[in-house]
């Protein structure tokens, strides 16, 4: 079974950093490929980040791209999210979600959500002065 818990949301300035992780039952980074998605109130859901860690995959949105970075720590079996200079759009609930390798297709090919079979509970993030 596959489980995602998120933490380190909060009230950032704008200009601000975060480091969002998502703790993940053990093995599934060993398998699973991994992203991070935000939803603004209103907004679908958008992918921001992917990572693939048993095969070296990674990748960022192109709106992000620049400010976000996503890295793993496998023998903690976390997955992080680093946002640098926040801006008020960067606001919203941001998940983590899993999803098992398909064919030969490359792990971290498209950022759709509904690609992605399991999901954590969400971390809220609020960008104010």
């Known amino acids: 079974q596959v489980v995602l818990v998120e933490s380190g949301g909060g009230l950032v300035q704008p200009g601000g950093s975060l480091r969002l992780s998502c703790a993940a039952s053990?093995?599934?980074?060993?398998?699973?490929?991994i992203a991070w998605l935000r939803q603004a109130p209103g907004e679908e859901r958008e992918g921001v980040s992917c990572l693939a860690s048993s095969v070296g995959s990674t990748r960022i949105a192109d709106s992000v791209k620049g400010r976000f970075t996503t890295a793993s720590d496998n023998a903690a079996s976390t997955v992080y999210l680093q946002i640098d200079d926040l801006k008020p759009e960067d606001a919203g609930v941001y998940y983590c979600?899993?999803?098992?390798?398909?064919?030969?297709?490359?792990?971290?090919?498209?950022?759709?959500?509904?690609?992605?079979?399991?999901w954590g509970h969400g971390t809220q993030v609020t960008v104010s002065p």
């Open positions: 053990r093995w599934t980074l060993s398998y699973y490929t």
């Open positions: 979600a899993a999803r098992e390798p398909r064919g030969n297709e490359p792990r971290c090919a498209s950022l759709a959500a509904y690609l992605y079979n399991y």
